[in-house]
């Protein structure tokens, strides 16, 4: 940059030297040559007329003297031209000189002039010739030449002085070129690294320039720029951590496809509801990522009728969550179209909707098929279809038996909604562990006896004491032990264990019954839920045992997990806590 | 130039075009034979009848993608690994619909099936049928991302699908030999668990035709003759 700029500068003073003096070369060249040859040519001329005084006979005998005072050659002509005297040359071997130009206007004009290349000396020569008369009439010329090597010598001398001037004039130049284009790039240096660190993104404050020209003008533009663009910056960076923000702590999914239709940005809400079910999934396409069909669906209508589009998909095979999508596109990017995808997680107001629909199906049907039994029963009755006493005795005992069921029915779904509303009362109290299973074990030993099923309980001594009601607990077991036997088919085991994690005793029941399907663990705990309804219902059950259980559970503190594999048995395993709620 | 990226960046379209439709193929299949499989555990014959009627949309689909595919062949005459891109889906597509088509008969035997009584409770059969569409779903996405290791992958696994029709083979012979009532049911049975086998067949004949597309190397009949395989 400085050398450029120095050579620049340099280069125009060069130029300007040179202009001028050859300018000058042009002017003076001529001049001095005109003036030195006038002043020469006067100088003879005078010598001329010196000569002209002088008689013809004493011309002769002096010229070679006059010649060398005058410092030039001198020829005595006739009025033929034919040469009588000269100073440097033989006359005889000197030709007629009547048609010299000088000779001519001499006799033309009185005196005459002529500047001629002399191929003996090799210089220009400069002729000047006068008249010599006698009462007006002309008897010769008087012709002196001299030289003009004179003049030559004078403008060599002159030119020598000029270019000596020129030199000092360059080293001039130069030094001069070296000061101020250092001190024109000094500040343009300045702002030069102010704006690359600029670019560089350091944080740079101002510029400030000692200068007071144009460039101080331009720094001072380039600060306010700068100002400008930093506030700019600091704008664009709040608006964008707020929007982060927004996208971050929101709790709808948030998915950006660039013009590509790539996924550009993924927020951890929809991170989290994929569940890293997916993988990476950035870069991809949706059908790459998501592989889902409706969604797709969704997604190329969208493309076609350019307007938002909602969707409610299922994603995910082993734990589907349901999400209301809705694709619309990014008009903040011109030129090149983003789409936003906004996922909104309904999974649980789905199941809650299944849940109440379900509830209010099963409670319905419940009640209905021992209300059926009943009126069925006492309508033959009434009928009097039947009149024996015995056929009458046993309608009564069945019509008795599914109210009792009813009756059970609605104390479970008392008991269920009691613990709901927080009406029960815990007794709460130091329970151990065997005592609370021997409690249990023996009113579902009988059930287990008919089907050769053991139930083996390996329970330490040392295990600390529950904080729990006793009631609740033994309620608890009984419902969990009687599923196990229930849903174990004949001469198989229960197994009961216990041990301490964490603040929690886990008791752990284990069969080898049936199992339960992986999809429909989650449901259990539903009312009225059963995985395999004509089959339950067979084994005498209300569907509410295990909701009450995990109400009871949840109610003391606890929690209840069930693992299961289809075909192998089932794993219930239930949370006490030991500290005192 | 402009005019040439353009146009170059519409092919990567078209391109990208052809690995979604081959995605969406495969996801209908996998969900035609999970949905097979879950009218025969949940003896559910509506859901059946449904995978039959799905199956119209996967031939569609079929039928445009091997279009698109002719029309990119025509138009772009794609090379080297284009090339190998458009003919390999071209396969994969045929693939696919042959699954879509094996859906369709498990969902026929389910049909059958669930008109009578329950001979056991399906434990293999849906563990298979989840290795199966595991399988698919991978050969595919090796297809997409060109992963030679998880093409490997969908290879041993059907080598378990192998095994487990075999169990299922022998299990079920038991059952016939104890109780003739049962063959009926038992073949059904046999036939629901083969459709299976060949499905992953199928996965891995798309395993192969991926380390074709990405070495240019071919490793079918490798280990065996397909034809060994075929059912009589």
Known sequence: MKRNLFLKILFSYLVIVCLSFFILDLLIKDEIKKVMTGKIESELLTYAELIDLNSAQKMSEQLKQIARISGSRVTLVDAQGKVFADSGKDIAQLENHFNRPELQEARLRGKGKSIRFSQSIGVDMLYVAIPMKSKSQITGYVRLARPLDDVQRVIEKVYQSIFLAMMIVMVIALVIALVFSYRLAAPIRAMERFTERLRQGEPSGTIILKTSDETKKLADNINYLVDELQSQIRLANEEKSKLMTAFTSMTEGVLILDAEDKIEFVNSALSNMLACQYGDINGKTLMEALRNVDLQKAFLKFRQTHATVFEEVTLGSIEPVILSVSISSVHNYPGEEKVMVVFHDVTRLKKLEKIRVDFVANVTHEIRTPLTAIIGYLETIQTGATSSNEDVKKFIDISLKQAGRLNRLVEDLLVISKIELGEIKFHFEEVSIRDALEGAIPLVEAKAGLKKINIHSNVQENLPQLWADRDRITQILVNILDNAVKFTPEDGSVFIE???????????????????????????????????????????????????????????????????????????????????? | MEERRHTSSHYEMELQEIKNALIYIGVLTEKAIQMAMQSLTERNSDIAHKVIKDDEEIDKMDTELEERCIKILALRQPTAIDLRFITTAIKITGHLERIGDMAVNIAEKAIQLNEEPKLKPYIDLPRMADLVAEMIKDSLDSFIRSDLRMAEKVRQTEQVTDDINEQIFRELLTFMMEDSKSIHRALLIMQVSKNLERIADHAKGIADMVTYMVTGDCVRHQTYPLDEKEPA
Do not use: W
């Open chain 1, 498 to 581: 216990a041990e301490q994690k964490d603040n929690y005793a886990v008791l752990t029941i284990t069969d080898t019954g049936i199992g339960i399907p992986k999809e429909e663990i989650r449901r259990l705990g539903e009312r009225f839920y059963r995985v395999d309804r004509s089959r339950s219902r067979d084994l005498g059950g209300t569907g509410l045992g295990l909701s009450i259980v995990k109400h009871l559970m949840i109610a003391q503190g606890g929690k209840i997990e069930i693992e299961s594999q289809l075909g192998r048995g089932t794993k219930v395993s239930l949370f006490f806590p030991l500290q005192k709620v």
